[in-house]
């Protein structure tokens, strides 16, 4: 059962290929993508890819306490506005300061995700091209048609006797 479902998974991984082959190209192709490219910030992310990575990670990351501080920032101006601007210059500033060490340590986890990520791809690219190596699939196939072979060879005596 195992046999027939080898090149079921194979047909499937070449599929999904073209699928993901297409949704880069199309994203290559994007006007906003190729200016970006051309200029010397993505020029500069094109040729150091862990970089790119990394600084992706790490905006995804912050988002969210980069929005809690605006937010905060929002609210204490309200508060503000009704006359406590010592309380809000105090909140900022403590707000500022720990926004700074969140930032630290997410940039720290940020390097180490992306790091984990390149690591992972690097192992499952290199199982997955041993796994469906067309090596492996040459001798599965080659040693399927001697098997024919030998029937063939079988039914010829056959009918000579």
Same mark, same amino acid.
């Given at each position: 059962?195992?046999?027939?479902?080898?090149?079921?998974?194979?047909?499937?991984?070449?599929?999904?290929?073209?699928?993901?082959?297409? *949704?880069?190209?199309?994203?290559?192709?994007?006007?906003?993508? +190729?200016?970006?490219?051309?200029?010397? #910030?993505?020029?500069?992310?094109?040729?150091?890819?862990?970089?790119?990575?990394?600084m992706l990670v790490f905006v995804a990351v912050s988002a969210i306490p980069v929005g809690?501080?605006?937010?905060?920032?929002? *609210?204490?101006?309200?508060?503000?506005? #009704?006359?406590?601007?010592? *309380?809000?210059?105090? +909140?900022?500033?403590?707000?500022?300061?720990?926004?700074?060490? +969140?930032?630290c340590g997410l940039s720290f986890v940020s390097l180490v995700m992306s790091g984990t990520?390149?690591?992972?791809? #690097?192992?499952?690219?290199?199982? #997955?091209?041993?796994?469906?190596?067309?090596?492996?699939?040459?001798?599965?196939?080659?040693?399927?048609?001697?098997?024919?072979?030998?029937?063939?060879?079988?039914?010829?005596?056959?009918?000579?006797?």
């Open positions: 059962m195992a046999k027939e479902d080898l090149p079921s998974t194979s047909k499937d991984l070449q599929e999904l290929q073209r699928k993901l082959s297409l *949704l880069i190209e199309s994203i290559q192709n994007n006007s906003k993508v +190729v200016a970006f490219m051309k200029s010397p #910030v993505g020029q500069y992310l094109d040729r150091h890819p862990f970089l790119a990575l990394t809690f501080f605006l937010l905060l920032v929002v *609210l204490t101006s309200l508060a503000a506005l #009704v006359g406590v601007i010592l *309380l809000e210059g105090l +909140v900022i500033s403590v707000g500022g300061l720990s926004l700074l060490c +969140v930032l990520i390149m690591v992972s791809y #690097v192992m499952v690219s290199s199982l #997955v091209n041993y796994w469906f190596s067309p090596r492996l699939l040459t001798q599965q196939n080659s040693g399927g048609d001697c098997q024919l072979a030998m029937k063939s060879a079988d039914l010829e005596g056959l009918y000579q006797e």
